[in-house]
T-cell receptor, first 114, second 117 residues
Framework: AQTVTQSQPEMSVQEAETVTLSCTYD???????LFWYKQPPSRQMILVIR??????QNATENRFSVNFQKAAKSFSLKISDSQLGDTAMYFC???????????FGQGTRLTINP | DTGVSQNPRHKITKRGQNVTFRCDPI?????LYWYRQTLGQGPEFLTY????????KSRLLSDRFSAERPKGSFSTLEIQRTEQGDSAMYLC???????????????FGSGTRLTVV
């Protein structure tokens, strides 16, 4: 069974600050993918960043980066120079290689204050 | 390409009525997924199709739920005899599945919000 846990229901930071969202997961598989999705208020879910479990190098997409700790089964998202448009629900998700189904965490509501 | 389109955006129905939602995926995507999201929670997998074949169904998909993708293009999700517990956002997503089994993530639609009164 796969589980994804996001222990921070809500977070709030000031614009331009750096914020880190936590995610832990459990799986018995060795080959899998991890994702962070962003869901702005009343808008569709958007893929932020993707990590392949067999790659040790942490994924980076502009201001978004991850800290992937495979042994600890931890996958945190760091947002640098936060912007008002980053305000959204953020979901961590897991998928096994070859199985396209995503298992999502409960989400973290992030608010960027001006 | 306008992305994944879902209709209607909102649906209010009385308990016991049947409802049907439609999803039009990105045209070249061969996989289509349905998820359910209740308020304050992450999406939960319901079912997915590869082309017209329904390959997996969650235990959440009771016998009142049925999904189809008749020609491997758009999909419909029908809920019969709706209950108040069916109230949720129903999300559709699509992807292009590589033969390697890699997962590059989905493109989601904006969802259909169902309210059962």
């Amino acid at each position: 069974a796969q589980t994804v846990t996001q222990s921070q229901p809500e977070m709030s930071v000031q614009e331009a600050e750096t914020v880190t969202l936590s995610c832990t997961y459990d799986t018995s598989e060795n080959n899998y993918y991890l994702f962070w999705y962003k869901q702005p208020p009343s808008r569709q879910m958007i893929l932020v960043i993707r990590q392949e479990a067999y790659k040790q190098q942490n994924a980076t997409e502009n201001r978004f980066s991850v800290n992937f700790q495979k042994a600890a089964k931890s996958f945190s998202l760091k947002i640098s120079d936060s912007q008002l448009g980053d305000t959204a629900m953020y979901f961590c998700a897991l998928s096994h290689k070859g199985a396209q189904k995503l298992v999502f965490g409960q989400g973290t509501r992030l608010t960027i204050n001006p | 390409d306008t992305g994944v389109s879902q209709n209607p955006r909102h649906k209010i129905t009385k308990r016991g009525q049947n409802v049907t939602f439609r999803c039009d995926p990105i045209s070249e995507h061969n996989r289509l997924y349905w998820y359910r999201q209740t308020l304050g929670q992450g999406p939960e997998f319901l079912t997915y199709f590869q082309n017209e074949a329904q390959l997996e169904k969650s235990r959440l998909l009771s016998d009142r739920f049925s999904a189809e993708r008749p020609k491997g293009s758009f999909s419909t999700l029908e809920i019969q005899r709706t209950e108040q517990g069916d109230s949720a956002m129903y999300l559709c997503a699509s992807s292009l599945s590589p033969r390697t089994g890699d997962n590059y993530g989905y493109t989601f639609g904006s969802g259909t919000r169902l309210t059962v009164v």
